[in-house]
């Protein structure tokens, strides 16, 4: 023991699962005004809301969620956030006779909804009383980011590299000088693909490449990820190019970056013999030099 107090940072839980378990686990819930933040204030959990609705009138002023939001103490945006929470905490006064008129009989669900089953299938319900499984553990979203933009800045024989998240809000002073965006084939969202200057494959079959250059007619170029140092490119004129990488200083960069660093130099219109013979890459703190192993007219 170190006698350290451990980091807590913060989990962001997935939408689907995890968000029983927290309310359970949890000692104050700052919530807006959906049902996550009901469910607590039905666990008797202090709660400190931090929106209500009532203004775009997005909820049932007659119902329980609106009675609710109207009682329930505002979190102040511009006071510190932990003293709110103390003081929540401390003040803390249920709201069954409100979350009650909506949430009756707690803790009998599944025995109720075990013989609401059985009736419909006109089956004898077990006699053995009813459980219910644990809940999951709130592991939390680790989900990967799968779209970038992506600008790259030509120097020489030099190309730095700077991606963001395709999914982030643009902000005032938030700028990209002259994004192309980069999205991963297993993208869910339909509108980043069709929009892509290049899409990269994991693992892709035979034909992959041509495949996906006819269903996205404005994808400049495909990659296929083939290893830590090397990804085969093919350009929509049917040129295929396996770029590979020597380390120049601070470790290997994201293979995906790469593709990026081989558009930005081919869309300025540099010479493809110094591209075969090498370019030096920078992405953040990290610089390879970058070339041509093989390069084909396909």
Known sequence: MT??????????????????????????????????????????????????????AELDPGSPTALLSSTLPRLDPAGAVLPQIEQVMAAHVPHDDVTGRTLGMPGQ?????????????????????????PLAEPLPE??????????T?????????????AVLERRPGYQ?????????????????LENAAIVLGRDPRPGWAQET???????????ELVGGRSVDLT???GERLRVGTTPAGGGDPDPRCLPSAVYGWLVRGRSREVLRSGITVRVGDRQVVVNCDAWDQG
Do not use: K, W
């Open 235 to 237: 350009l929509r004129s």
């Open 142 to 151: 680790r989900g990967e980011v799968l779209s970038f933009e992506v600008e």
């Open 153 to 165: 800045v030509v120097d020489g024989d030099r190309v730095t590299v700077r991606r963001y998240p």
């Open 213 to 223: 250059l006819r269903r996205y007619p404005g994808c400049f170029m495909v990659a």
């Open 176 to 192: 990209v000088r002259d994004p192309h965006l980069v999205v991963d084939a297993e993208e869910v969202n339909p509108r980043l």
């Open 3 to 56: 006698g350290r107090r451990p980091r807590r940072r913060p989990v962001l839980l997935p939408p689907q699962q995890g968000r029983q378990a927290a309310l359970v686990a949890s000692d104050v819930i700052v919530g807006d005004h959906g049902s996550v933040t009901f469910y607590g204030a039905a666990l008797s959990r202090p709660v400190l809301l931090a929106s209500s609705g009532r203004e775009a």
């Open 109 to 133: 669900a599944e025995g109720l909804l075990r013989r609401l089953a059985y009736r419909l299938m006109e089956l004898p319900e077990p006699g053995t009383p009813a459980t219910a499984r």
